[in-house]
């Protein structure tokens, strides 16, 4: 390798330049501790890639930081956010929250003006006002910057105002307020002040006008705020998520902040959300175990069967029979939404004209848990039933004749002998089936979404497993909450990857991996 | 009754027994197949289409068409998706293509230093790749969204809404893939890569030369199984795919089911259209993947 041509040189600086650039863009956002994470990832990138001892972690280095960016980043945030208080009503930060008391105003006088908005090219414009009940009036201000449909993050300092002298003209194209309307400018305009040359403040009221307003927060000293309606102060209270007064009412909108171990009390005390968890728990449990018994006895018989060597067609029917793990099993599960629909289903039409009776599939819970089960069997027996045979064939047929000249049946052979040989190396697989199917999300996601709901359950449904609730918990419209569900997500976590360890110590001493 | 009428009887059995459950397997196919040339929008319920119309396939490849309004006046509308759903389907290939070669380059050279290189902590990065995985990939989306919504800030094509975020976050799901791929490597005796390195061959040289050609099954089985677990994957890319033309295969297919109004004819068209090859493709390369799948201990 020495002396030919640099290839891997020039290869480690063509990527890290890129990079290196995209660290600097970052810093230069104010992201100084993503710049800095950023900047050490590629320092070690190069020096992994660049000096003879880091060769090893050349291998490991590109797979090592996708799962540290996609698995544990992800995770390590989860974890984070458990223990904060993080949901629809304690969405913004703390400094964001404080900047919109510091934004809000109260109307004075009732003076109120007419506005026009002088387009200056470049995102740029000046805002001509004029006194609705006196023209004479008028003001422009300097130009300052809108972006059309954007809310500007942050506290922005108020526009300055000028008087205009009679008869001055301002340049720029003038946009009426069908215009402002139309291209979403009144957006950024509704949250930006403009200040008089007496320093009262103007904002937008509505489309038509702009009027005077003044501050209705003043920021003290020590982080509380005076009202400067009733002279109220309220101050934050960290633990709360709030600002409170001095009686202990709430004012304005949460913020997000640390909870401690709140989130998880709440899981353990709370009625509202205990009642549920557990039920959704001892389902989870349940759906995993069936279906793990029940694919493995499914997949297990068609083994057997399949491996009965005077059977014609053999391998025909296996083609056949692995059809449900050939196709694509989110179209499966949509398949069998179809199917089991309780008016129009094909299930329900043959069992009515065969045996009069139509089950319901979607309004009672026993039938849609079911159903799950019905759909997941025909979707896990082929997998059980490859395995299964793979062990099968590993197991030597001399055994077999020699129980034979004992003079025994085929189903005495498979419980006193196949069965006790193929089980114990089978057991990881059963083990890693069962943690797939306790976060089988998808299953119950796209085929019932856990329906029928949970009487006295909130968004819990009666078929929900513990991943799509606390998916529920996290996204659904209604009950956002960020820490909630997070604190779930890390119990998950920690009962999957206890099982997942388990696992490991099984297989390390069955197979010696 | 004799032993040879006794394994007739048998046989009988078994046959019947495997063709009562090949029934059961098959009519769901079946009906499907019927539904997506069934006229109206009908959950799959028959074997044969009462009216059969073109209509739903049609729309799958973005064929415009009249569908009748009124049937009393005649009245007809003209039908043309705005993303014509094969689209998704190209999305899914293209996604699942990308991911998995993605996959298959990660873990392969993970694997290899797992198998043949020793160095410190290899064990317990082994066993932890494996625990951490077991978190569930849906629960990262909050993570997954913060993460995309901040690379798109400086680099578009790489944020939200964007192929190439949601290949970047396929690529983290590499641990199963890893240890199958480890697990075939060690059943490879490293005499033949010793020899080479003794004529000469740097460790590159043996992994690329020698390792990766011997283990090409393997590979083959990762591939498929990565590509058919990322044509199915539904809720990571429903939340990082926002607009109807980026959409893949399963978020469109369900966005057929959502509304109030079932489409179940169009779905099953797109259904139809999308599982049949991926199901051919699975079926031809059997062999491989049973072969991987009996050889080490895999998730599903």
Same mark, same amino acid.
């Given at each position: 390798m020495d002396g030919s041509f640099p290839i891997r040189q020039i290869l480690v600086v063509l990527v890290a330049i890129p990079v290196l650039y995209l660290s600097f863009a970052v810093y230069q956002t104010g992201n100084f501790w993503i710049a800095l994470s950023i900047l050490i990832i590629v320092c070690l990138g190069a020096l992994i890639f660049l000096s003879e001892s880091g060769y090893t972690y050349r291998y490991l280095f590109p797979g090592l930081l996708g799962f540290g960016l996609f698995v544990i980043f992800p995770i390590a945030y989860m974890v984070f956010l458990s223990f904060t208080k993080y949901s629809s009503k304690h969405l913004l930060s703390f400094d964001r929250v404080l900047v919109l008391f510091q934004q809000e105003t109260l109307p004075v006088g009732n003076v109120s003006y007419k506005y026009n908005l002088l387009a200056q090219g470049n995102d740029q414009y000046i805002l001509y006002l004029e006194d609705e009940?006196?023209?004479?009036k008028r003001f422009a201000s300097e130009p300052f910057e809108l972006k059309a449909g954007e809310q500007p993050n942050g506290h922005q300092e108020p526009v300055k105002l000028g008087a205009l002298p009679p008869g001055t003209q301002i340049k720029g194209t003038v946009l009426g307020m069908a215009q402002v309307a139309r291209e979403k400018l009144f957006i950024p305009m509704r949250s930006r002040q403009f200040a008089m040359p007496d320093a009262t403040l103007v904002v937008l009221e509505g489309l038509q006008r702009f009027a005077p307003r003044k501050r209705a927060w003043t920021l003290n000293a020590d982080g509380s705020l005076t009202s400067q309606k009733d002279g109220t102060v309220i101050r934050p209270d960290f633990k709360l998520g709030y600002f409170v007064d001095s009686k202990g009412e709430k004012a304005g909108i949460g913020f997000r902040t640390f909870s401690g171990l709140e989130n998880y009390v709440g899981i353990l005390t709370d009625p509202r959300i205990q009642g549920p968890f557990f039920r959704i728990f001892l389902w989870t449990v349940g759906f995993s175990a069936l279906s793990v018994a029940l694919t493995f006895s499914v997949g297990m018989l068609l083994a057997v069967i399949l491996e009965?060597?005077?059977?014609?067609f053999r391998s025909a029917y296996r083609t056949l029979l692995i059809l449900p793990y050939a196709v694509p099993a989110v179209l499966s599960i949509l398949i069998f939404k179809g199917l089991f629909?309780?008016?129009?289903g094909a299930v329900n039409e043959f069992l009515k004209s065969v045996f009069g009776f139509a089950p319901e599939w979607e309004t009672n819970p026993w039938g849609a848990r079911a159903m799950i089960l019905l759909v997941n069997v025909w979707l896990g027996y082929p997998y059980m039933m490859l395995i299964c045979t793979g062990m099968l064939q590993s197991i030597p047929s001399g055994i077999y004749e020699a129980s034979a000249i004992d003079g025994s049946n085929p189903v005495r052979d498979f419980f006193g002998i196949t069965l006790p040989l193929v089980l114990p190396p089978l057991i990881p697989i059963l083990v890693s089936s069962f943690a797939f199917n306790f976060n089988n999300f998808n299953l119950i996601y796209l085929l019932t979404?856990?329906?029928p709901k949970m009487v006295?359950?909130?968004?819990?449904?009666?078929?929900?497993l513990l991943v799509n609730y606390t998916f529920n918990i996290a996204f659904?419209? $209604?009950?956002?909450n960020y820490g909630l569900a997070s604190a779930i997500a890390t119990l998950l976590f920690l009962i999957v990857g206890f099982l997942a360890w388990i696992n490991l110590k099984l297989s390390g001493e069955n197979a010696k991996l | 009754m004799t032993a040879r009428r006794k394994l007739l009887v048998r046989k009988a059995m078994a046959h019947g027994f495997l063709v009562c459950f090949l029934i059961l397997i098959l009519v769901p196919f079946i009906m499907v197949i019927s539904a997506s040339f069934r006229?109206?929008?009908?959950?799959? $319920?028959?074997?044969?289409?009462d009216k059969v119309s073109l209509d739903h396939w049609k729309y799958v490849f973005g064929i415009p068409y009249q569908e009748v309004v009124n049937p009393a006046t005649g009245e007809t509308r003209l039908i043309k998706p705005t993303t014509p759903p094969l689209f998704w389907f190209w999305n899914s290939i293209k996604v699942s293509f990308l991911a998995s070669a993605g996959i298959i380059l990660l873990s392969g050279s993970a694997a290899y230093a797992f198998a043949r290189l020793r160095f410190r902590f290899r064990s317990i990065t082994l066993n932890s790749l494996l625990i951490l995985q077991m978190f569930p990939m849906v629960l990262s989306l909050v993570a997954f969204y913060v993460i995309l919504d901040f690379t798109g800030q400086y680099l578009r094509w790489m944020g939200l809404n964007t192929h190439t975020g949601l290949i970047m976050i396929y690529l983290g799901g590499i641990s199963n893939y890893i240890w199958m791929i480890k697990g075939y490597f060690e059943t490879i005796p490293p005499s033949m890569e010793e020899s080479a390195r003794i004529d000469g061959a740097s460790r590159w040289q043996t992994f690329t030369r020698i390792l990766i050609p011997i283990s090409l099954p393997i590979f083959a089985v990762v591939f498929i199984l990565s590509f058919v677990s990322y044509i199915s994957e539904y809720p990571v890319a429903s939340v990082v795919l926002q607009s109807g033309d980026n959409w893949t295969l399963a978020v469109g297919a369900n966005s057929f089911l959502?509304?109030?109004?079932?489409?179940w004819g169009r779905f099953a068209a797109l259904a139809v259209l999308s599982g049949l090859p991926i199901t051919v493709v699975f079926l031809m390369c059997q062999k491989f993947v049973i072969g991987g799948l009996t050889s080490g201990g895999v998730k599903e």
């Amino acid at each position: 390798m020495d002396g030919s041509f640099p290839i891997r040189q020039i290869l480690v600086v063509l990527v890290a330049i890129p990079v290196l650039y995209l660290s600097f863009a970052v810093y230069q956002t104010g992201n100084f501790w993503i710049a800095l994470s950023i900047l050490i990832i590629v320092c070690l990138g190069a020096l992994i890639f660049l000096s003879e001892s880091g060769y090893t972690y050349r291998y490991l280095f590109p797979g090592l930081l996708g799962f540290g960016l996609f698995v544990i980043f992800p995770i390590a945030y989860m974890v984070f956010l458990s223990f904060t208080k993080y949901s629809s009503k304690h969405l913004l930060s703390f400094d964001r929250v404080l900047v919109l008391f510091q934004q809000e105003t109260l109307p004075v006088g009732n003076v109120s003006y007419k506005y026009n908005l002088l387009a200056q090219g470049n995102d740029q414009y000046i805002l001509y006002l004029e006194d609705e009940k006196n023209p004479a009036k008028r003001f422009a201000s300097e130009p300052f910057e809108l972006k059309a449909g954007e809310q500007p993050n942050g506290h922005q300092e108020p526009v300055k105002l000028g008087a205009l002298p009679p008869g001055t003209q301002i340049k720029g194209t003038v946009l009426g307020m069908a215009q402002v309307a139309r291209e979403k400018l009144f957006i950024p305009m509704r949250s930006r002040q403009f200040a008089m040359p007496d320093a009262t403040l103007v904002v937008l009221e509505g489309l038509q006008r702009f009027a005077p307003r003044k501050r209705a927060w003043t920021l003290n000293a020590d982080g509380s705020l005076t009202s400067q309606k009733d002279g109220t102060v309220i101050r934050p209270d960290f633990k709360l998520g709030y600002f409170v007064d001095s009686k202990g009412e709430k004012a304005g909108i949460g913020f997000r902040t640390f909870s401690g171990l709140e989130n998880y009390v709440g899981i353990l005390t709370d009625p509202r959300i205990q009642g549920p968890f557990f039920r959704i728990f001892l389902w989870t449990v349940g759906f995993s175990a069936l279906s793990v018994a029940l694919t493995f006895s499914v997949g297990m018989l068609l083994a057997v069967i399949l491996e009965w060597k005077e059977l014609n067609f053999r391998s025909a029917y296996r083609t056949l029979l692995i059809l449900p793990y050939a196709v694509p099993a989110v179209l499966s599960i949509l398949i069998f939404k179809g199917l089991f629909n309780q008016e129009f289903g094909a299930v329900n039409e043959f069992l009515k004209s065969v045996f009069g009776f139509a089950p319901e599939w979607e309004t009672n819970p026993w039938g849609a848990r079911a159903m799950i089960l019905l759909v997941n069997v025909w979707l896990g027996y082929p997998y059980m039933m490859l395995i299964c045979t793979g062990m099968l064939q590993s197991i030597p047929s001399g055994i077999y004749e020699a129980s034979a000249i004992d003079g025994s049946n085929p189903v005495r052979d498979f419980f006193g002998i196949t069965l006790p040989l193929v089980l114990p190396p089978l057991i990881p697989i059963l083990v890693s089936s069962f943690a797939f199917n306790f976060n089988n999300f998808n299953l119950i996601y796209l085929l019932t979404a856990g329906g029928p709901k949970m009487v006295g359950g909130g968004i819990a449904g009666e078929t929900d497993l513990l991943v799509n609730y606390t998916f529920n918990i996290a996204f659904r419209d $209604s009950g956002t909450n960020y820490g909630l569900a997070s604190a779930i997500a890390t119990l998950l976590f920690l009962i999957v990857g206890f099982l997942a360890w388990i696992n490991l110590k099984l297989s390390g001493e069955n197979a010696k991996l | 009754m004799t032993a040879r009428r006794k394994l007739l009887v048998r046989k009988a059995m078994a046959h019947g027994f495997l063709v009562c459950f090949l029934i059961l397997i098959l009519v769901p196919f079946i009906m499907v197949i019927s539904a997506s040339f069934r006229q109206g929008n009908f959950a799959p $319920s028959r074997l044969i289409p009462d009216k059969v119309s073109l209509d739903h396939w049609k729309y799958v490849f973005g064929i415009p068409y009249q569908e009748v309004v009124n049937p009393a006046t005649g009245e007809t509308r003209l039908i043309k998706p705005t993303t014509p759903p094969l689209f998704w389907f190209w999305n899914s290939i293209k996604v699942s293509f990308l991911a998995s070669a993605g996959i298959i380059l990660l873990s392969g050279s993970a694997a290899y230093a797992f198998a043949r290189l020793r160095f410190r902590f290899r064990s317990i990065t082994l066993n932890s790749l494996l625990i951490l995985q077991m978190f569930p990939m849906v629960l990262s989306l909050v993570a997954f969204y913060v993460i995309l919504d901040f690379t798109g800030q400086y680099l578009r094509w790489m944020g939200l809404n964007t192929h190439t975020g949601l290949i970047m976050i396929y690529l983290g799901g590499i641990s199963n893939y890893i240890w199958m791929i480890k697990g075939y490597f060690e059943t490879i005796p490293p005499s033949m890569e010793e020899s080479a390195r003794i004529d000469g061959a740097s460790r590159w040289q043996t992994f690329t030369r020698i390792l990766i050609p011997i283990s090409l099954p393997i590979f083959a089985v990762v591939f498929i199984l990565s590509f058919v677990s990322y044509i199915s994957e539904y809720p990571v890319a429903s939340v990082v795919l926002q607009s109807g033309d980026n959409w893949t295969l399963a978020v469109g297919a369900n966005s057929f089911l959502y509304e109030q109004e079932k489409l179940w004819g169009r779905f099953a068209a797109l259904a139809v259209l999308s599982g049949l090859p991926i199901t051919v493709v699975f079926l031809m390369c059997q062999k491989f993947v049973i072969g991987g799948l009996t050889s080490g201990g895999v998730k599903e």
